[in-house]
């Protein structure tokens, strides 16, 4: 870490780009929808100083990483997904996924003469459209530390150490704004308004009600929706129920009639796990 030893120094370094292997997503549930991951520049790079002992400036290819985590996480999560250059290359997509790194840091510790301690992480941006361009889910996700260590004195092995911390940094939180985007209401609301469709094609079949889901109540008032959708996405969040139930109960609120269950629930006559239990 060479450069890293030289005090009173203005140092601009490029950190080189990795090509890391990517651990596939644990478990996993695969929209059913096709996206495209739209990077207009896979050249971008960003820039920061960053503090570590002294202050020196990074460069980073963010584009060249967020292309690359793109196309080894999203196949996991969608139907079909492909990286485009411009919008018109979305036609015929369901969602436009717009990824960009918009912060990376670092943390180093040197041990000894030439043990060195690297720690990297970046914040990326998930911008979600539908085809039109309406915004339909925005979310900043930070990646977690990510370390390695390294013996040695070449700056030029320590930058390339630093690369493979941030391209797997940046897979990482790739994986963690799809699995959000997966668990949101607006997706789900995309997923009902689109017909369901799975990965064989055709819309998916009704499923039918468990036994004690059988008793319905025609004569209950309709549950405001907003109220209905906050409840739904506290539980979701808390782990109560799952991305699916939210799915069927948010087309259940559509239909003049509604499960027992689920007027309980909204009701508050029933906590988020009882009714993810019984529902």
Known sequence: MMGMLCTGCSMHFTVPD??????????????????????????LTETRTLHLGVSQTYTIPAGK?????????????????????????????????????????????????????????????MAVSDPRGGMLWEKTLTSPWIAKVYTGLSMDAWLGHYGMILAEATATAMKDALRQLS??????????????????????????????????????????????????KAALEKGLITADQVSRAMEELKSPRSSKTLEAFLQGQIDGKQFGELY
């Not at 997503?25 to 059913?32: Q, R, Y």
């Not at 292309?67 to 369901?94: I, L, T």
């Open 65 to 125: 990483m967020v292309q690359r985590a793109s196309r080894e996480v999203s196949p996991h999560y969608f139907e079909k997904a492909a990286v485009v250059r411009n919008p018109k290359e979305a036609a015929g997509f369901d969602l436009v996924l717009v990824p960009a790194i918009t912060d990376f840091g670092a943390e180093a510790r040197l041990e000894g003469l030439s043990t060195n301690h690297i720690k990297g992480r970046v914040s990326l941006r």
């Open 183 to 232: 668990m949101s209401l607006e997706f789900q609301d995309l997923v009902a308004a689109t017909g369901g469709r799975t990965e064989t094609g055709p819309p998916a079949a009704p499923q039918a009600p468990a036994p004690r889901e059988a008793v319905e109540s025609p004569q209950a008032p309709p549950a405001d929706s907003g109220i209905a959708r906050k409840r739904l």
């Open 18 to 43: 990795a090509d890391v292997a990517v651990r596939p997503p644990e478990h996993p549930e695969k929209m059913p929808l096709k996206a495209a991951i739209l990077i207009p520049d896979e050249n």
